[in-house]
């Protein structure tokens, strides 16, 4: 399994891309740069909310002007694409579901729109925080667990747990079109997803549409986090790798998302 194919854009017309890119056009841009050395944030409490484009319309308005939004070679917008990696029996899915403390996800990120890859690996670290470990890889073996790639996770696996690495396979690919707004003075991010895409060699599904926004601060209260609350948006449980699996494997478990999927992913998706 590849990823998906970066030369193949999403034609839907969403409503969500629609006003995504109204909230970044008039935004005052950060560069790439910038984002990595004020608001990198590799360890860090991230927070998931499921917003309506109206709801992402007010979210925008009351983020006011502390932030900017990141932007490489004019764009804003940018299409992300992932492979994830599991074992046969979905062990790290099944350790998400049961919300396990030595849990993590194992996954290839391409960036479609500039060639860059890398190899990721997110941890869970004190308090609940996750760990970004990443490294660049070939583009062109985006979906394959390399021998660099595999040296990585094992010494990653063996410093945060003590562990082996089992054996995995690509499981799932996954792609979004995502915008990344930025406080430079509180050291916080916004990303902002629309057009989520899940694949296995067997089907492909278009989710809702709807923007996922994940919050990434210190301490979990940025100003981001004070936005929703103040307009009365909670947060949900959801991984976008566990969504995915649950959707193209119905025969696993997913109690854990059950009322999120049937709420705002089922029937709503598009088998095709």
């Known amino acids: 399994m590849t990823a998906l194919d970066s030369r193949i854009q999403t034609d839907r017309a969403t409503k969500a891309r629609e006003a995504l890119e109204e909230a ?15 608001a990198a944030l590799q360890t860090r409490v991230d927070k998931k909310f499921l917003l309506t484009p109206q709801q992402f319309a007010a979210l925008s308005e009351r983020l006011g002007e502390k932030f900017k939004i990141m932007q490489i070679d004019g764009l804003r917008t940018f299409r992300y694409e992932s492979v994830y990696f599991d074992t046969e029996d979905f062990d790290q899915y099944r350790a998400h579901r049961q919300g396990r403390r030595r849990r993590y996800k194992v996954r290839s990120r391409t960036y479609a729109d500039t060639g860059l890859s890398m190899f990721e690996i997110k941890t869970k670290g004190l308090r609940g925080a996750t760990v ?15 021998e660099d790639n595999l040296q990585f996770l ?5 410093s945060e747990y003590g562990q082996g690495v089992p054996e995995l396979q690509p499981v799932l690919d996954s792609s979004y079109t995502r915008a990344t707004f930025v406080n430079p003075i ?8 629309v057009e ?3 694949a296995n060699s067997k089907t492909r599904i278009n989710g809702p549409d709807l923007i996922v926004v994940e919050t990434k601060s210190a301490d979990g209260r940025g100003a981001s986090d004070r936005a929703l609350a103040e307009l009365g948006i909670r947060e949900v ?3 976008k790798y566990c969504i995915g699996v649950a959707l193209l494997n ?17 029937p709503a998706p598009t088998l095709r």
């Open 132 to 146: 970004k470990h990443r490294i660049q890889q070939d583009l062109y073996r985006a979906g394959e667990l390399t």
């Open 237 to 239: 449980s959801m991984s």
């Open 250 to 266: 119905p025969h696993l478990p997913a109690n854990r998302w059950s009322r999120l999927l049937q709420q705002n992913f089922v």
């Open 196 to 198: 989520l895409e899940y």
């Open 24 to 38: 970044v056009a008039c935004r005052e841009p950060i560069s790439l740069e910038e984002v990595v050395s004020e």
């Open 154 to 158: 094992e010494s990653v696996l063996d």
């Open 186 to 193: 509180d050291s916080e991010r916004l990303t902002c997803d």
